[in-house]
């Protein structure tokens, strides 16, 4: 059974100057969704 949690990563440490594709990079690496303390990143858009 599933259980419905979801992993998330900081970008606050990101190359800001390439933050498209630090945030490409930790999506492909696993994480659900990346996350700055106020913004959010995802692969299905949320």
Do not use: P, V, W
């Amino acid at each position: 059974m599933a259980s419905g949690c979801k992993t998330g990563s900081s970008i606050l440490n990101s190359d800001l100057a390439n933050l498209g594709a630090e945030c490409l990079q930790m999506l492909d690496s696993g994480a659900d969704y990346g996350y700055d303390g106020q913004a959010f990143c995802s692969h299905d858009g949320i």
